[in-house]
């Protein structure tokens, strides 16, 4: 029993007597209660290992994870010990205000997808002591026999012991869109688990058939088991904005320290009190550190994540919203992803014609049209007919619900071809009218094709109808129909080269034909070679989502490349790419398909699983890089895709909503889950759920990361200068012996105030025009340039020098420390102010963006002068900020300064973009 637990994937190659006495079971009778008993306290519940979810203390503690917090707590505490309570209290209040932000937005990303979550409870139909009993799929342990049927989601990883006509969609663990048939045979070990034809894997879902199975392996030991716990050991990888912001906060750290040091050493040795220097070196740093930093980069975090749940998507984490902006390429499933996961009938060819089918999914509407473009009805062609009615009246699928909510109850192709009939008004109730059924051959592997039996209500005598695979269903033919009904000598060469066209542009090909019986006849499969006639040729797809291309299209001209990575066939992978355009403009390879693989010797744009598991490991990262399309790919191989792309330094997103893309979408720097066709695993794998799982959201999720990265570059570029300049005007007058022009409280109410009420209107901007048709940020590049630190050096050094010139020249005029410092602290708002306006485009004027385009900016600024005159004029704040009124005289210098600073700045940009 031990190998049967710990080697789950060894079933496939053992035959079902040799898989019987291994498992301790019976085939037929199945396990004893009391063992049944036994093994659940064994091997525990058929469940897989829950995540114990993050308690509220450990939410609130993630959020002052983060190095700018810990120089701001840093500070604070010292604070305190120097008695400056008041400091102390604003500092704290900064880090809270920090942390309930971040908290309460994480708290409400989660409840939504608390309501996302469905939380159905399945049963499994379990044969013990000889007798079949229903009971909660957690109670299944290994060596149960468990039975499935159409429509049942299977409990656990069976080896199959018995089958009737079983089909399995696996796409949530493989990524294979069609249903796969199944078999008891004994297969190759080294068979991959999609192509385990006698195997059964939980999560999966029966769509035709019945079949028996001896649950070999439950809970974590299953294959779904495998890909949860490559789940917890993929990396959860810091993104680009926290990467970058972590890096500013250690230069800063670095930078503030040296300050102090120097401060604190020059007061020295000219002479001071080691505890006064002490003192000022601490007033120094706090007013080097940007407070109000993390609270604005939370805050404007969680304006982008607004406005990306406006546009259907889920931001679990808050850096996530930004790090799309930064994505060079984005990795996406195809099946429910880039597709619709509706199987859908494109294309119809009768020896009469061909015609095109409209419309796409389940829904019955669209029209079929011949090769004129002319709108068909079901009497338009009897040849077209007859194959409609064969779809839909030899089929045992059922279309359920409405509302644009269809879905299919069996097999998706079968779905299909019921859609297919509707649109011409061939829908399922009225063709079982017209044609009841009275017998039935079954489709089955070996088989390859399905007949049924009918009376005619309309006519005499019965019909016998049959679909299946086009070379089984022609060598039953001896005739085809025309556009009348009447039968002529078929053309097999023409049949096989229509089928050949079609299958060549990536659609699966099913025949139809039909022959008249007598009304006592009965169906006979060996009396039906050659009797029938053959009517069309259906083709069909699952096919792509209808902003798919578009969707594309806008990535690639960001610079963004997009690969598709799928457990599908090679050629309906082929052809998907090229009808969304996923590998347009790559020149004559493409259009060849070279691979390593192939012998070329240069890796293109299409590789499968087994080409990858080829390549040589000094190959791999380049043939990953250049390639588009990666099908027949395991989720082993998924993860090993994204961790090639990360090392060759990409910024990688993606997309999934399959168990199969679980440990990839962990991996990514940003892993994007869909929210109404995705499983659980994807989706607490994720970092963004799409609410509408459109692939076309995540264009707008781009273009949503790009502008808040570009707030956050703004909101930084405007208050870096202003902590800059105040610690280098306390520096100064150490290294000088002279008062402080500006107190530490001071310099406390100008950061907080003015990233409140001026920095903060920043993350309000809308994007500027153009930001997809640029190119990704380089992953490498720093958060700011060697432009906007120039920038930063140099409104430091204005404010520096207009705040010294201020406060010295009212100290000369006769005005006392108070009302000087007063002067010396509204400079500093005024300058913040004017370059606030300069900051809303770094690049170009503020007009450019538009003089109204965020009012916020002018709500923030009247809120702040009114701060600004409370401050100056109000006794009490005169008392707390140790401030005093000033003259008219005053403030004209102050505004005259300020000015002047602002077009210095407008100057330096517009040369720097000249010479740019």
Known sequence: MTSSVTAPNAHHRLAVHDVVLLMETDAEAGLAEREATSRLGRYGRNVLPAAEPAGPLLRLARQVNHPLIYVLLAAGVITVLLGELVDAGVIFGVVTINALTGFVQESKAEAV????????????RVVRDGRVRRLPSEQLVPG???????????????????????????????????PVAKDEVVLDEETPVADRRNMVYSGTLVTAGTGAGIAVATGAETELGEIHRLVGTADALETPLTRKLARLSNVLTVVILALAAVAFAAGVLRGEQPSEMFAAAVALAVGAIPEGLPAVVTITLAIGVARMAHRRAVIRRLPAVETLGSTTVICTDKTGTLTENQMTVRSIWTPDGAFDVGGTGYAPQGEIRDAGGRPVGETGSQALRWSLLAGAACNDATLMGGDGQVSVLGDPTEGALLVAAAKVGLDRDRVASMLPRV???????????????HDDALGSGRVVLAKGAVERVVRLCGAEMDRHGSSRPLDLDRAAAAAATLAAGGLRVLATAMARAGATDGLDETALGATLVLTGLQAMQDPPRPAAAAAIAACHDAGIAVKMITGDHVGTARAIADQIGLVAGRGPEAATGSSPAAGTGTPGPWLSGADLARLPPDRFADAVDQAAVFARVSP???????????????????????VNDAPALRQADIGVAMGRGGTEVAKEAADMVLTDDDFATIEAAVEEGRGVFDNLTKFIT???PTNMGEGLVILVAILLGTALPILPVQILWINMTTAVCLGLMLAFEPKEPGSMR??????????????????????????????????????????????ARTAALNFFVAVETFYLFSCRSLTRSA???????????????????????????????NR?????????GAWLRILLLGLAASVIVAVDKRVRRRIL
């Open 774 to 819: 640029r190119p990704p940020r380089d992953p490498h590049r720093p958060l700011l340039t060697v432009g906007l630190v120039l920038r930063v050096l140099l409104v430091s050094a204005l404010l520096v020098a207009g705040s010294w010139w201020l406060f010295e020249g009212e100290r000369t005029g006769g005005a006392d420390l108070a009302t």
């Open 439 to 453: 017998e039935t051959i079954p489709f089955s592997s070996d088989r390859q094709y399905m007949a049924t039996l």
């Open 718 to 720: 405007w208050t870096l």
């Open 636 to 658: 082993e191989q998924k993860l090993r895709l994204v961790e090639a792309l990360q090392a060759r330094h990409h910024v990688v997103a993606m997309t999934g909503d399959g």
């Open 144 to 178: 149960d026999l468990v039975l499935v049927e159409a429509g049942d989601k299977v409990p656990a990883d069976l080896r199959l012991v018995r089958e009737t006509e079983l089909e399995v969609d696996e796409s949530a663990l493989t990524g294979e869109s069609l």
């Open 113 to 124: 997808l608390d309501a996302l979550r469905t939380m159905v409870h399945t049963e499994a």
């Open 847 to 877: 007009l450019h963006v538009g003089a109204f385009s965020n009012r916020w900016i002018y709500v923030g600024v009247g809120t702040q002068v009114a701060g600004q005159l409370a401050l100056t004029y109000l006794p009490v704040m």
């Open 880 to 888: 707390l900020f140790q401030t005093a009124p000033i003259a008219a």
